[in-house]
C-alpha cells in the first residue's frame, strides 16, 4: 500500500471515528438544552434542586449557549448501575440518558469496568472527616478517643463502613446511624453526640466553619486518605462534548467561578 493510500486510509478512519461525536453536539445544539444528570438527595450537592453540582450544571450550560435541563436521580445498586442509567443506555424505566452526568468518581478501575462511557475533568477532591463537639469533647489525639463516645454517620455511607468496621469493630456500639450526614451534623450541633464521621463537604456545608466544631482528618485502613476525585461522564464517542465541557470547566476553575460555586454553599473546594 502506497504512503498516499495509508494516510487516507488513516483520514478515513479518523472522520468515521468523530463523525458520531459530532453529530451528537449538533443534536444537542439543535435540542437547545444540555440534559444533566444529578443524584437526588445528595446533599450538599445536589438536593431537592439545589446545591453545588446543580449550580455547576447551570453555568456549564450558559457556556455552551444551551439552557439548563435536569435529570435528578435515585442512586442505583451501583455505580456502573448509575452510569449504565444515565449516560449511555437510559433507564428501563423511561428517563435517560443525559448528556452528561455529574459527580462521578475519576477512578481508573470504575473506567475500565465501563468502556462505554468517558469520566473526564475532575472538578473537586472529596474525603471523608471528623467533626466534634470541643465541649462534649474537649480533647482529640487519635481514633482511640472516640471509645465509648456517641459518633454520628449516615446510613449506607463510606463514613458508616469504616466506623462500624475499624477496628474490629470496637467502636459500634457508640455509632448512632441517620438517615442523612446532615441529620447526624445538627444531632450534632444540639449536643446530642460528641462527633459526626462523614465527607468534608457535608460537614463544611453545615458546619459553616463553627470553631465550636474542630474538623480533623482521621485515617481509616480502608480508606484512601488524600480523598477521592469527582467528575463528569460522557457516552465514549461524544468527544465534542466531552472537550467542550472540559474547556468549560478549565475556564471556570481559572476565573474563579467553581471557586465561588462551592464558596455559595459553605464548601470550600479542593483542587484534583
Do not use: C
Amino acid at each position: 500500500m502506497s504512503t498516499l493510500r495509508i494516510l487516507l486510509a488513516g483520514a478515513l478512519a479518523a472522520l468515521a471515528f468523530a463523525a458520531p461525536a459530532r453529530a451528537d453536539w449538533q443534536k444537542i445544539q439543535a435540542s437547545g438544552a444540555l440534559k444533566v444528570a444529578v443524584y437526588n438527595e445528595f446533599a450538599p450537592f445536589s438536593n431537592n434542586g439545589a446545591g453545588i453540582d446543580i449550580d455547576l450544571a447551570d453555568a456549564l450550560a450558559k457556556k455552551l449557549g444551551l439552557r439548563l435541563s435536569l435529570l435528578p436521580f435515585p442512586a442505583g445498586e451501583s455505580l456502573d448501575d448509575d452510569l449504565r442509567n444515565m449516560v449511555w443506555k437510559g433507564h428501563y424505566l423511561g428517563y435517560g440518558p443525559a448528556d452528561v452526568m455529574l459527580h462521578v468518581p475519576v477512578d481508573n478501575r470504575l473506567m475500565a469496568q465501563n468502556p462505554k462511557v468517558a469520566i473526564f475533568a475532575p472538578y473537586h477532591v472529596e474525603a471523608v472527616r471528623l467533626v466534634r463537639s470541643e465541649k462534649r469533647m474537649p480533647v482529640f489525639e487519635s481514633l482511640d478517643s472516640l471509645v465509648g463516645k456517641k459518633v454520628g454517620v449516615e446510613k449506607v455511607s463510606i463514613a458508616g463502613m469504616v466506623m462500624l468496621g475499624e477496628g474490629d469493630g470496637k467502636f459500634r456500639d457508640g455509632v448512632k446511624i441517620y438517615a442523612t450526614a446532615a441529620e447526624a451534623l445538627e444531632k450534632l450541633k444540639s449536643g446530642e453526640l460528641d462527633a459526626v464521621l462523614a465527607n468534608r463537604s457535608e460537614i463544611e456545608s453545615v458546619m459553616r466553619g463553627d470553631p465550636a466544631f474542630p474538623l480533623h482528618d482521621v485515617t481509616f485502613q480502608r480508606l484512601p486518605r488524600s480523598g477521592w476525585a469527582v467528575g463528569m461522564a460522557v457516552r465514549k464517542d461524544d468527544t465534542e462534548m466531552a472537550k467542550l465541557l472540559q474547556a468549560a470547566l478549565n475556564d471556570m476553575a481559572a476565573n474563579g467561578e467553581l471557586k465561588s460555586i462551592f464558596a455559595r454553599h459553605g464548601v470550600q473546594v479542593v483542587k484534583p
